[in-house]
């Protein structure tokens, strides 16, 4: 069945450093990934809508200049954190849609801690 | 702003209980979905509900549509401890963006 991964699993960085974290989908094409954080025991709050191409469509809230987001191409959508914080380690959840049939799939997630 | 409310928040039982978790909206869903979602692992759907009234069975899981499309409930029989997780409903709105309830953390206990 379709894949979606994320790489990394997890990441701990320093603080005021830059993380980026990859989704790609492994056996379809995906113009649209959407991406997700959750902090413990809490729900998915959708944070951006990535398409392939073009620039991505931030949630209300959201620091469009903290979170980049590229999409280059249709397999890989890219999650960048900014000068990371402590108050942004979260899970963050890729979401793919495929292109053809519009199912679509989670990735893993990433565990971002930042110190 | 979440637009669905999950309820309960928590729930902790016995094996062998039964449960349900409820899901609602002041608005119409054109369709709702149900994920589980395990510590550390992305959510996995569970199942598709589009149509009112209607009821889906997947195993032990019974999830219902609510007549007026507003509300959802999933329902669990003789829970087991392999039930254990996080139960999302979730609607999708514009532009196939989904947003999520609030959540419910089940903890089935041997």
């Known amino acids: 069945g379709a894949v979606v991964s994320q790489h990394p699993s997890r990441v701990i960085c320093k603080s005021g450093t830059s993380v980026k974290i990859e989704c790609r989908s492994l056996?379809?094409?995906?113009?649209?990934m959407f991406w997700y954080r959750q902090f413990p025991k809490k729900s998915l709050m959708l944070m951006a809508t990535?398409?392939?191409?073009?620039?991505?469509?931030?949630e209300q809230g959201v620091e469009k200049d903290k979170f980049l987001i590229n999409h280059a191409s249709l397999t890989l959508s890219t999650l960048t954190v900014t000068s990371a914080h402590p108050e942004d380690s979260s899970f963050y959840i890729c979401?793919?849609?495929?292109?053809?049939?519009?199912?679509?799939?989670f990735g893993p997630g990433t565990r971002l801690t930042v110190t | 702003t979440q637009l669905l409310e999950q309820s309960p928040q928590f729930l902790s039982i016995q094996e062998g209980e039964n449960l349900t978790v409820y899901c609602n909206s002041s608005?119409?869903?054109?369709?709702l979905q149900w994920y589980r979602q395990e510590p550390g692992e992305g959510p996995v759907l569970l199942v598709t509900v589009v149509t009112g009234g209607e009821v889906k069975k997947l195993k032990r899981l019974t999830f219902q549509f609510g007549d007026a499309r507003k509300d959802s409930s999933l329902h669990i029989t003789a829970a087991q401890p392999g039930d254990t997780g996080l139960y999302l409903c979730a609607k999708e709105t514009s532009g196939s963006r989904l947003t999520f309830g609030e959540g419910t953390q089940l903890t089935v206990n041997p």
């Open positions: 056996d379809f094409q995906a113009t649209t």
């Open positions: 990535s398409n392939e191409g073009s620039k991505a469509t931030y």
């Open positions: 979401r793919a849609e495929d292109r053809g049939t519009y199912e679509q799939y």
């Open positions: 608005s119409v869903f054109s369709s």
